[in-house]
């Protein structure tokens, strides 16, 4: 009788199981992203948005800030990704999932 009981206790609580969203990289706003203006130094964006999530060692003048937000319930994604490039340490475009102010945007 009591592994009975102690059975039923362990299958109830196997389907409680609390799942929870998941964000990673980057949580960029977008009041962030519209103070970048071409010229900035590489030192003045990462004050603005902090560091890139990918680095390119061989690469310097282009950073990359992911984020993406998993929700637990339905299992949905969403992935978001801004795109900067520089030229001699200052930043020259911009593009991405945001809304990139219009001067930066690359042509």
């Known amino acids: 009788m009591i592994k009975k009981l102690f059975f039923l206790l362990a299958l ?8 929870i969203d998941i964000q990673q990289g980057n949580i960029l706003a977008q009041k962030d992203i519209d103070k970048l203006r071409p010229g900035l130094t590489k030192n003045q ?3 603005v948005l902090g560091s890139p999530v990918v680095d ?11 984020y993406t ?10 992935r978001k990704v801004l795109k900067l490039n520089f030229n001699q ?19």
């Open 12 to 19: 109830c609580l196997s389907a409680c199981v609390y799942k």
């Open 45 to 47: 964006v990462v004050f």
């Open 89 to 107: 340490d200052k930043l020259v475009s911009a593009s991405g999932d945001y809304e990139i102010p219009a001067e930066l945007q690359s042509k």
């Open 69 to 78: 937000y998993k929700r637990a319930k339905t299992g949905e994604t969403t």
């Open 56 to 66: 390119d060692g061989f690469k310097d003048d282009k950073w990359v800030y992911l």
